[in-house]
């Protein structure tokens, strides 16, 4: 099974910031990776999938990079809504794995 | 819009079974693969099981395998998920989750989730 690793678990950030979180393979995945947002108490919601590739509906202030086994999620100009907990997924092979998420805070 | 909502979750004691139910609305099902995914108090996702647009093919996490089965009604737009052997470790919010092809790929739409608690 492919494991799915984060960094950080969480961060502290203040509108206006730029935040950049990782997200780590155990293998190679090429660019089968999806990033998902979840706020509290709600459903998490598509924000990226194919690595860097921008789900409708959501701000291009959120970027994402990446292939092999290291991707990145940036987003720029934090605003409020942005507050949330944030989802790493493979899609390359099964069983699917997640990573453990990563909490941005409003410092 | 795509819908899809869970139903059927509850409390059940250790060693029991629930079937948990999705109704999904708002696209041909019939086309799209479909997924549970799970989420353990104040704890991250853990996806559980896949279903494949036609039922052909399925896939289970380890953690599951043997005590849970899925399965769809395309005639009815419904997902299923047959729960047996339950444990304390299954108590979990459960989402419904529709793929974004028929053979599996990231996920585009969640429901809002079933709660089940396995205590006794």
């Known amino acids: 099974a492919i494991r799915m690793t984060q960094s950080p678990s969480s961060l502290s950030a203040s509108p206006g910031d730029r935040v950049t979180i990782t997200c780590r393979a155990s293998?190679?995945?090429?660019?089968?990776l999806a990033w998902y947002q979840q706020k509290p108490g709600k459903a998490p919601k598509l924000l990226m999938y194919a690595a860097s590739y921008l789900q409708s509906g959501f701000s291009s202030r959120f970027s994402g990079r990446g292939s092999g086994t290291d991707f990145t999620l940036t987003v720029t100009d934090l605003q409020s809504e942005d507050f949330a907990t944030y989802y790493c997924?493979?899609?390359?092979?099964?069983?699917?794995?997640f990573g453990q998420g990563t909490t941005l805070e409003i410092k | 819009q795509v819908q899809v909502v869970e139903s059927g979750g509850g409390v059940v004691q250790p060693g029991g079974s629930l079937t948990l139910s999705c109704a999904a609305s708002g696209f041909t099902f019939s086309s799209f693969g479909m997924h549970w995914v799970r989420q353990a108090p104040g704890k991250g996702l853990e996806w559980v099981t896949f279903i494949q647009f036609d039922g052909g093919n399925k896939h289970y996490a380890d953690s599951v395998k043997g005590r849970f089965s899925v399965s769809r009604d395309n005639s009815r737009s419904t997902l299923h998920l047959q729960m047996d052997s339950l444990r304390p470790e299954d108590t979990a919010v459960y989402y419904c989750?529709?793929?974004?092809?028929?053979?599996?790929?990231?996920?585009?739409?969640w429901g809002q989730g079933t709660l089940v608690t396995v205590s006794s």
């Open positions: 989750a529709k793929d974004g092809s028929d053979y599996g790929v990231w996920i585009d739409s």
């Open positions: 997924q493979q899609y390359y092979s099964y069983p699917r794995s």
């Open positions: 293998q190679d995945i090429g660019s089968y």
